[in-house]
């Protein structure tokens, strides 16, 4: 029968070594350390309790994976020559501690048991030193893990391993994009080890400033006052919008009666986009997420969805179109092999194949909600897919003189329908041209509408000058006006 067992030393002082733990590491079995580098050691010496530790790993290693994964080949070696073993770490076994899970992992796997001692945690005594009651609401995260697993505002964060200043340095800047540069935060270094301890009160930028930091560091940072914090609080906020005694504007509102809010807001983006304005893209940007917010809020009042199944949805889906990324690692695409990939992987959800939807049924599903011109350039991109397009842009330009002659012919012949047809055509072979250029129709039409309003602007203040209005100008001299303008 071969055993492992797991224990911890607790954070840093001897008196929270367990008596359970206490005596597994003065027994006959062989003990492992995965570091000496700990508060607790001395009393170990003067105990005179023998161990092995696997410092020495570190310095062989590149990586803390290498380490990890190597401290647990030793341990599943030894254990399967040995009846019974003890591996120690600081702290409580199942607190932050990889290789623990590494190695219940490879026990599972080899058919050796093990048992976990519990400990003393860093968080115990970090809490202790700061007076909290964890049920007022803690969340724990790595340092390592700030950016995959970002603290909430609405409530206590308590971050471990901010081990030396250049983790501190990396830490401040990620939780800089979530809080106030000056938010007060507190540095818990050796937390627990009596005459070592000490309790910091900073501003969050001054974090990697502090010289006493080391591999007994955790950071606390206090819960916003503020009520509707971050992306949840904003979600909360929506439903107490919706909700018994909120706005009865928000209450009565549909999918439908905010169609045209969605839309404007979007349009906002485009605009602050296309002037570099970033400040106002920000607030616009929030301007959609809220809309967003306020139909799942609707739906989910309707019992249709709500907005984590909305963010699970499109999670689940960008994950599926991008398997050169999340899966198929191996793989190597260029841009346009992407695109045709996606679109493959688009039909694929939808149970559709190349035998039972066509092109044309793929551009009838374009949504005609979509501006015209947008919808003409995404009908084209379909149809270039199985190569009918214009091999460059000055082919098809040529198609605008041509579609521009027809629609000469029908004026002539004073046939309002065919007249119709024909400015259809030329307006869609213009698209064609703008696809070929990369350029969005949508944009370039607008830019040419502000700068027509920009001349007219212009034609204006010249008729002021004359002490004129532009309606007492004859279209020859409009034209000129206009000439003029352009000039300036």
Not at 252 to 259: N, Y
Request: proline share 4%; net charge negative; hydrophobic share 40%.
């Amino acid at each position: 029968m071969h055993q492992i067992d797991i224990v911890g030393l607790g954070p840093g002082s001897p008196g929270q070594i367990t008596l359970e733990t206490l005596q597994l590491l003065k027994d006959a079995s062989p003990n492992f350390f995965r570091t000496a580098i700990h508060p607790v050691m001395d009393f170990i010496d003067k105990e005179a309790i023998s161990y092995q530790s696997f410092d020495c790993y570190y310095e062989q290693e590149g990586s803390f994976l290498g380490v990890y994964d190597k401290i647990v080949k030793t341990l599943i070696d030894t254990a399967k020559k040995t009846e019974r073993l003890v591996y120690a770490v600081p702290g409580n076994p199942l607190f932050g501690e990889k290789t623990v899970e590494k190695l219940i992992v490879a026990a599972k796997e080899e058919g050796i048991d093990y048992r976990i001692y519990p400990g003393v945690s860093f968080v115990d005594v970090a809490l202790n030193s700061l007076e909290k009651d964890p049920i007022e609401g803690l969340k724990l995260i790595d340092a390592f893990d700030c950016v995959k697993n970002p603290p909430d505002p609405r409530i206590g964060t308590l971050v471990t391993q901010v081990y030396n200043q250049h983790m501190a340095s990396e830490l401040k800047l990620q939780l800089m994009e979530i809080y106030d540069p000056e938010k007060r935060v507190v540095l818990l270094i050796n937390a627990g080890i009596p005459g070592q301890e000490k309790i910091i009160d900073i501003c969050l930028y001054e974090l990697d400033r502090v010289a006493a930091i080391n591999h007994l560091t955790s950071l606390y940072i206090p819960a916003e006052n503020k009520a509707y914090q971050g992306f949840l609080g904003t979600i909360e906020m929506m439903k107490t919008l919706k909700g018994e005694g909120g706005c009865s504007w928000d209450q009565s509102q549909t999918h439908e009666s905010l169609r045209s809010y969605l839309l404007e807001e979007s349009y906002e983006v485009l605009e602050a986009i296309d002037n570099q304005d970033w400040d106002n893209l920000a607030e616009e940007l929030g301007d959609v997420l809220f809309q967003i917010i306020f139909h799942a809020e609707i739906a989910s009042e309707a019992g249709r969805f709500n907005i984590n199944q909305v963010i699970s949805g499109i999670n689940q889906k960008m994950i599926r179109r991008h398997p050169h990324v999340f899966s198929d690692k191996a793989s190597s695409f260029n841009p346009d092999q992407i695109e045709t990939n996606w679109d493959a992987i688009k039909r694929q959800e939808k149970g559709e194949t190349g035998e039972s939807l066509g092109l044309a049924a793929e551009m009838k599903k374009i949504p005609k909600a979509l501006p015209a011109l947008m919808e003409a350039y995404k009908v084209q991109k379909k149809a270039a897919k199985v190569g009918f397009d214009w091999k460059e842009p000055v082919a098809a330009l040529e198609k605008i003189d041509e579609e521009s002659l027809e629609l000469r012919a029908a004026l002539e012949e004073n046939d309002a329908q065919k007249i119709a047809e024909e400015l259809g055509d030329l307006l869609f072979s213009v698209v064609n041209v703008s696809r070929l250029l990369n350029l969005q129709p949508e944009m370039v039409l607008r830019k040419a509408t502000e700068k027509f309003i920009d001349r007219f602007e212009k034609m204006e203040k010249v008729a002021s000058q004359e002490k004129k209005s532009l309606s007492n100008y004859t279209f020859e001299q409009l034209d000129e006006a206009w000439n003029r303008s352009k000039g300036l």
